[in-house]
């Protein structure tokens, strides 16, 4: 029985030793098939809809990419969105459109979509659904938050990082973005070890006028495309 083929398959995939474990596959985790490697090779996601939640688990280091970048695409449908963002001055509020009587001072209303003209110095009131604030200079949230493995000897030598869109590195955990253009997430490891990791990060939690951001160094500065 002719056997060379089976070797020359096994070191294709394994490499030319002994060493078998998955975590060190040539072919799941070399810089030829690694996800992202570099700042300008990245991974990619869109995201239309906040607020939305992405989180992210694997590993790099130690036969693998060192690195793992991943680029958020934003464009942001103000029309549409997963939450109520509330304005300055107003609270959101929730219809409840069963016929149900909840206080005894008070009544079930009942909403009529006719138009209606001024009366009293009273207008028609409009009934909006989750949309985003009309914000002459609006920005969404970005909040990366790394979960971590709970070894504090791995953890230790793991990083994660924001970036602009135009590369650059984010010094802080949390940045305002506006509702399209894109940012970077980096996963940096710093030692010679197999290390994991398990990042979370929030698109949208807030939606913020440039004045109502207090700390301006949060803002990614961005130059429209």
Known sequence: MNVTQGIQQSYTVYGASDYTAPGGLAASKSLNYAKGPTINNPDKISISVVPSTLRYTDSVGLFGAENYYLKVDLDINPSIVKACFEEDGWSCAKIDYLFIETDDY???AEIDDSDFPVENTYEQADVLGDILPKLDNGYISID????KSGNRFLDDWLDIRLYTQDKEEHPYDKMYVKLKGSFYIGVHARNTK???YDILCDIGQEYRSYESIED??????????
């Open 106 to 108: 008070y009544s079930s």
């Open 144 to 147: 990366l938050k790394n979960i």
């Open 194 to 196: 197999r290390l994991p």
């Open 216 to 225: 301006k160094n949060l803002i990614m500065r961005q130059v429209l495309r």
